[in-house]
Nanobody
Framework: QVQLVESGGGLVQAGGSLRLSCAAS????????MAWYRQPPGKEREFVAA????????FYADSVKGRFTISRDNAENTAFLQMNSLKPEDTAVYYCAADFGSDSEGWRPTYFGMDYWGKGTLVTVSS
């Protein structure tokens, strides 16, 4: 089993920045991709960003490209999401996820491909 714990959420004004962290613990000895998803109020969960184990391959939703940056520290089993130029529409609960089947070159992040999920952290962007 793997446990994921998000932190860093909060209230920020539009145009501001936040940095989310996701700490993984448990059976983390294998390579795994990490991803961020979010669920805005009243809407379905959506993909935000993902990063493979090596850190060299990243994926972003079009809505956050150029504003958000995903990174990871494998030694600390932690992933980060740096969010800049935040907009009110970024308001959501942000979830961290891990995929232990991400070794292939053609791997892409998918919702149902994630093996573990955190409980989420709330980000509120005021206008």
């Amino acid at each position: 089993q793997v446990q994921l714990v998000e932190s860093g959420g909060g209230l920020v004004q539009a145009g501001g920045s936040l940095r989310l962290s996701c700490a993984a613990s448990g059976r983390t000895s294998s390579a795994y991709a990490m991803a961020w998803y979010r669920q805005p109020p009243g809407k379905e969960r959506e993909f935000v960003a993902a990063i493979k184990w090596s850190g060299g391959r990243t994926f972003y939703a079009d809505s956050v490209k150029g504003r958000f940056t995903i990174s990871r520290d494998n030694a600390e089993n932690t992933a980060f999401l740096q969010m800049n130029s935040l907009k009110p529409e970024d308001t959501a609960v942000y979830y961290c996820a891990a995929d232990f089947g991400s070794d292939s070159e053609g791997w892409r992040p998918t919702y149902f491909g994630m093996d573990y999920w955190g409980k989420g952290t709330l980000v509120t962007v005021s206008s």
